[in-house]
């Protein structure tokens, strides 16, 4: 059975939220609708993916042993929660460049 304390919505709701304000150095959103769709779009992947990320990456790494579950749940929720920040962003400015009204 899943753990749905408040520590387990709290880790992957820290770690989402970390990861969409680390997300801004890479790429600063345009304007505040962007930046707010792109920040929601990152906290809720986060929360919703950050624990199997989080565990498949400790796995990967070789590192599940030095990692409390905590930690995973947290790393794995930045993860997830800069790559959709990335992402979204990347789509955001491919849509605007290529797509314009035609005829």
């Given at each position: 059975?899943?753990?749905?304390?408040?520590?387990f919505?709290?880790?992957?709701?820290?770690?989402?939220?970390?990861?969409?304000?680390?997300?801004?150095?890479?790429?600063?959103?345009?304007?505040?609708?962007?930046?707010a769709?792109?920040f929601?779009?990152?906290?809720?992947?986060?929360?919703?993916?950050?624990?199997?990320?989080?565990?498949?990456?400790?796995?990967?790494l070789?590192?599940?042993?030095?990692?409390?579950?905590?930690?995973?749940?947290?790393?794995?929720?930045?993860?997830?929660?800069v790559?959709?920040?990335?992402?979204?962003?990347?789509?955001?400015?491919?849509?605007?460049?290529?797509?314009?009204?035609?005829?």
């Amino acid at each position: 059975m899943a753990d749905f304390s408040g520590a387990f919505w709290m880790e992957r709701a820290i770690g989402a939220s970390a990861g969409a304000a680390v997300s801004l150095v890479y790429m600063l959103p345009k304007g505040s609708r962007e930046a707010a769709c792109r920040f929601l779009a990152g906290l809720i992947s986060g929360l919703v993916f950050g624990g199997p990320a989080g565990v498949f990456l400790a796995a990967r790494l070789g590192i599940v042993a030095f990692l409390s579950p905590s930690e995973i749940m947290l790393s794995g929720a930045a993860a997830v929660s800069v790559s959709a920040w990335w992402g979204l962003g990347v789509l955001a400015r491919v849509a605007g460049r290529w797509g314009g009204a035609r005829g």
